[in-house]
């Protein structure tokens, strides 16, 4: 049962464009919803995480955007880069008897070209 | 400050041998978590280790042991391998200072361990 669904599976965007990855959960005991970036070859790397306090966390080109209600949150790439071309994957995690496990969508493969 | 790390890079089995990959944890972190990615697939959670005992177990069966040592270093043990183990298995590492709860949590490179 994946707890946390991501989508689209892989993505094409122009460089300078804008890449958005969506995610949907129905855990509504999770509290915090990070994105990770994974190149090949290397383990995940946090980017940016949000709490559901608040509806938008912005850091540089990234930013989440979080709709409580939907149970949706979404990652923004402004002005994407071919450097940018990695694996991204959401994820949540909740208080509970294990401290910060973290549930994975199953990635989006963005490529972004010149 | 130094990230996490985890040996060996890669490695060979055959189905049925036992096999172990260790991780030490980022400076200052106190709790390890092991994570199993399978090619094209997310990270799924094994087990997570504070104070030295398992604080939690995901989906996966009791060949799937593990360690923690003072120094908040980690050992994860397969035995009985199977084919279906082929996969980066990673290691997390967070600081969980008192009673709170840290969600952030740093990854190492993984192991890629096939069995064959």
């Known amino acids: 049962q994946q707890q946390v669904k991501q989508s689209p599976q892989s993505l094409i965007v122009q460089k300078g464009g804008i890449s958005i990855i969506n995610c949907a959960y129905e855990n509504t005991a999770f509290d915090y919803f990070p994105w990770y970036q994974q190149f090949p070859g290397k383990g995940p790397a946090l980017l940016i995480a949000?709490?559901?306090?608040?509806s938008e966390k912005k850091e540089g080109r990234f930013t989440i955007s979080f709709n409580k209600s939907a149970k949706q949150f979404s990652l923004h790439i402004m002005d994407s880069q071919p450097g940018d071309s990695a694996t991204y994957f959401c994820?949540?995690?909740?208080?509970?008897?294990?401290?910060?496990?973290?549930?994975f969508g199953r990635g989006t493969q963005l490529t972004v070209w010149p | 400050e130094t990230g996490v790390t985890q040996s060996p890079t890669h490695l060979i089995k055959t189905r049925g041998q036992q096999v172990t990959l260790r991780c030490s944890s980022q400076s200052g972190h106190n709790t390890v978590s092991w994570y199993q990615q399978a090619l094209g697939q997310g990270p799924q959670f094994i087990f997570q280790?504070?104070?030295?005992?398992?604080?939690g177990r995901g989906n996966f069966p009791p060949r799937f042991s593990g360690l923690q040592f003072p120094n908040y270093s980690s050992e994860l043990n397969v035995n009985a391998l199977e084919l279906d183990d082929s996969a980066l298995y990673l290691c997390?590492?967070?600081?969980?200072?008192?009673?709170?709860?840290?969600?952030?949590?740093?990854f190492g490179p993984g192991t890629r361990l096939t069995v064959t």
């Open positions: 994820a949540a995690s909740f208080r509970g008897s294990t401290l910060g496990r973290l549930y």
């Open positions: 997390a590492s967070s600081l969980t200072p008192g009673q709170r709860v840290s969600y952030e949590q740093y």
């Open positions: 949000i709490r559901p306090d608040v």
């Open positions: 280790y504070y104070r030295e005992e398992e604080n």
